[in-house]
């Protein structure tokens, strides 16, 4: 079999095997499309079974999870954990609640994470959990009933050297804090068994902004190698949380304007660019709706719907918010509108289509893996530190994470142009992360 047939077989088999799992196929097939020079440069991966292995969850965790609510009703959610791959180091990767969460979602995540943590050059393996959970208009009661019970179970199946989770969509400080607390009474014991914890009980300084400053500086790295930069551009990013405010305020920094953001339910637009910290105050401190934004900014306008937000004209693109949000539609009026640079922030949030648009059109395309991944870098970080028993500054897990991301832009660079695609990041994103796994697990055996 060439490589080619090889990708081809081992994808009939993915989809035979995991029937209607539309975002775990897309995933699967974007990442081993960009392989086949790769595959055939190492027969010997073949030989030995490695992308059947690869493409195979080690294990998948799913579970009840019961709790009441505040009238005193009995819910029923579903949760879940994937340990994907640990050959390079315990499973890490973050835990989302929310409505849309299926094995899929939960499965093409964990895929994922298996290179975007390679890549940081950090020891973690590939995981992610969730559930079908939302925290959105539940009381934090609801919220810490839901976390207690959903731990009780997860508890079982984790530790600081098997399997470390932290925070995704719909999980910030306060359920990590809820998750916390819960292990620790399980287990009596005070460990780094989750990150993006608070600072007052074993986080990082700098996790927090890590993911939305890290998306900048790979931006930063691939504007440069291009002959741009932030400096005068108009930004868009898409969301409000985590990722999207800090991604929005590093873009200020290096001198952009932001001029549009998002929730689940609209976007709000000023051209005159965006007065981020009532964006952060509103979403993050007062977990309110993101059109609120407007009733005490008189230039800025909203509109309804999420996919509105791509028809602003921009240079650059920061989609943040979720999987699948841009797609040909959309890229191709970015396109239009003469948008130069998409980064992204969120995990695959570009379809195929749309990649395929951007990058024919020679618009810089950022990659979610590589992009993205000063998030998990700097929760490995943390564990570093919960390990050492010791708090590096602010300014010093900056300039880690900054050195991280620049070496993964460069890593990506160069492995897209050794194997004969230069400037595809995504490719080199692909082949960088996936060639230290795949060496890792031809010395380890089939296992
Ligand atoms: P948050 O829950 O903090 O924020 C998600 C934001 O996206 C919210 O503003 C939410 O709006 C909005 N949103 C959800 N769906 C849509 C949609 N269809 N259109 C527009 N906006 C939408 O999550 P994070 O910021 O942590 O995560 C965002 C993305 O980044 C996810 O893809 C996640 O996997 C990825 N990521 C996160 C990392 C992290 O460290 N947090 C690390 C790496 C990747 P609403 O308020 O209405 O819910």
Redo the contacts with the bound molecule.
């Keep these: 079999m060439n490589a080619n047939e090889y990708i081809e077989s081992v994808l009939a088999t993915v989809k035979k095997r995991n029937p209607g799992e539309s975002e775990f196929h897309q995933a699967v097939e974007e990442v081993l499309e960009t392989l086949k020079p790769v595959l055939e440069a190492h027969p010997e991966y073949q030989a030995a079974g490695l992308i059947e292995r690869l493409v195979e969850p080690e294990r998948i965790i799913k579970f009840r999870v019961p709790w009441v609510d505040d009238s005193g009703k009995v819910q029923v959610n579903r949760g879940y954990r994937i340990q994907f791959n640990n050959a390079i180091g315990p499973y890490k990767g973050?835990l989302?609640f929310r409505e849309n969460v299926t094995e899929s979602v939960i499965k093409f995540?964990g895929f994922e994470q298996i290179f975007k943590n390679s890549l940081t050059s950090l020891p973690i393996g590939g995981g992610k959990g969730g559930s079908d959970f939302d925290p959105?208009g539940k009381s934090d009661g609801e919220v810490m009933r839901f976390c207690q019970s959903f731990m009780t179970e997860l508890s079982k199946y984790i530790g600081p050297d098997t399997d470390v989770p932290a925070?995704?969509?719909?999980v910030?400080a306060r359920e990590i804090g809820f998750l916390y607390g819960q292990y620790k009474r399980l287990t009596d014991t005070y460990t780094g068994v989750l990150t993006g914890k608070g600072l007052t009980y074993g986080g990082s300084l700098a996790r927090k902004e890590a993911?939305g400053f890290g998306v900048c500086y790979f931006t930063k790295e691939m504007l440069k190698a291009n002959g741009k930069s932030f400096d005068g551009s108009t930004v868009v990013v898409?969301?409000?949380?985590?990722?999207?405010i800090y991604a929005a305020f590093k873009a200020t920094e290096y001198g952009a304007k932001v001029v549009a953001m998002?929730?689940?339910?609209g976007y709000i637009y000023d051209a005159n660019g965006l007065d981020l910290e009532a964006v952060r105050v509103l979403?993050e401190e007062k977990r309110a709706r993101i059109k609120e934004y407007v009733a005490d900014h008189p230039t800025a306008t909203y509109a309804d719907g999420?996919s509105g937000i791509w028809t602003v004209k921009c240079d650059i693109a920061l989609p943040?918010?979720?999987?699948n949000?841009i797609d040909e539609d959309s890229a191709n009026k970015l396109i239009a509108n003469g948008c130069c640079c998409v980064c992204e922030?969120?995990?695959m949030p570009s379809t195929p289509g749309a990649i395929a648009a951007f990058q024919n059109a020679g618009v810089f395309f950022g990659p979610a893996k590589a992009a993205?991944a000063g998030?998990?870098a700097t929760s490995a970080l943390e564990m570093s530190q919960n390990s050492m028993r010791y708090s590096w500054t602010f300014e010093e897990v900056d300039a880690k994470l900054h050195d991280i991301m620049v070496n993964i832009f460069k890593n990506c660079e160069a492995a897209a142009a050794r194997y004969g695609m230069p400037g595809n990041y995504a490719a080199g994103a692909n082949i960088a992360g996936f060639l230290k796994v795949a060496d890792a697990m031809m010395a380890q055996g089939v296992v």
């Excluded at 898409?238 to 999207?244: D, E, F, P, Q, Y």
């Excluded at 943040?320 to 999987?323: G, I, Y």
């Design positions: 973050g989302r995540l959105k925070g995704d969509i719909g910030g993911t898409s969301g409000s949380g985590n990722v999207a998002s929730d689940s339910n979403k999420c943040c918010a979720t999987q949000e922030g969120a995990n993205n998030g998990v």
